[in-house]
């Protein structure tokens, strides 16, 4: 595999009727399948695998075990948005993503979501450790230095509205 990975995959995506609620918002549970479309189709288009290749190389596959989610402005239907993700912790057996939803002029932040995976022996059922090949390649996917830790969503999330807040006073006249 490529030894320098983008960091920080993004896309565009389009909001669906029938993902949204009668006012036209993309409704609140979608987002994380938005989000999850997002991240295997961006592994895909970046580093040339999925999931579920990497399920079968390593005999073992990622199941979510936490959701750190905030709705910042509302997706609405017939919108075009950008999803930015990112690998931000990593240990012996556990990942974390960021998934962070703009618009598509990416002024706006629409939603942010960290969601923990375990590890998980397709054999047993049960957790297991990463294999020292597959470390190496979470290694390689990290963001590095990512200042919040894998328990500072609520400083990530104050720090993100600020830093739209002053993109937007810099833009107005």
């Known amino acids: 595999m490529e030894s320098s990975y983008n960091k920080q995959l993004e896309s565009e995506l389009v909001v669906r009727f029938q993902d949204c609620d009668p006012f036209g918002h993309l409704n609140n549970a979608r987002y994380l399948d938005y989000f999850f479309n997002a991240r295997a189709d961006q ?20 199941v979510v075990t936490d959701h750190q989610i905030s709705y910042l402005h509302p997706a609405m239907y017939g919108e075009t948005v950008a999803v930015k993700t990112s690998l931000i912790f990593f240990d012996h057996h556990s990942i974390i993503t960021e998934c962070l939803m703009l618009n598509q002029e990416q002024n706006v932040p629409k939603a942010i979501v960290w969601t923990t995976l375990r590890n998980v022996s397709m054999e047993t059922g ?26 500072g969503f609520r400083d ?3 720090d993100l509205k600020e830093h739209y807040k002053q993109l937007a006073r810099k833009s107005t006249p």
Do not use: V
Not at 44 to 61: D, I
């Open 156 to 158: 990530r999330l104050q």
């Open 126 to 151: 049960r957790s297991t450790n990463h294999s020292p090949e597959l470390m190496e390649l979470l290694q390689k996917l990290i963001i590095p230095e990512f200042p919040y830790g894998s328990a």
């Open 43 to 62: 592994t895909l288009q970046y580093y040339g695998w999925s999931p579920l290749k990497l399920s079968k190389e390593y005999n073992a596959h990622w």
